[in-house]
């Protein structure tokens, strides 16, 4: 199972990482294949960053659709 991470400390990965990125980005010409490597590899974990916080928040903060099943149960008497 993995660990759930909270919004903030993936916000300081996030930032370390891009920040590697836009200096290496800095140096690079625009149209070459490394920098458009790494200009994916941004938009993916921005994507990823999204993903985990939206996540985070269901798990976390949001009511979910269906009821739990023990609560259920144990609101109709079974055991």
Do not use: C
């Not at 930032?15 to 938009?43: H, M, S, V």
Request: aromatic residues 6%; glycine residues 6%.
């Amino acid at each position: 199972m993995r660990k759930q991470v909270s919004p903030g400390r993936l916000n300081q990965w996030f930032r370390r990482w891009g920040a590697r990125i836009e200096e290496q980005l800095k140096d690079l010409p625009p149209e070459g294949k490394r920098a458009t490597r790494l200009r994916t590899r941004l938009e993916e974990l921005q994507k990823y960053l999204h993903d985990r916080e939206e996540n985070w928040k269901n798990a976390h903060l949001r009511a979910t659709d269906e009821p739990a099943t023990r609560l259920v149960l144990d609101i109709e008497g079974a055991r």
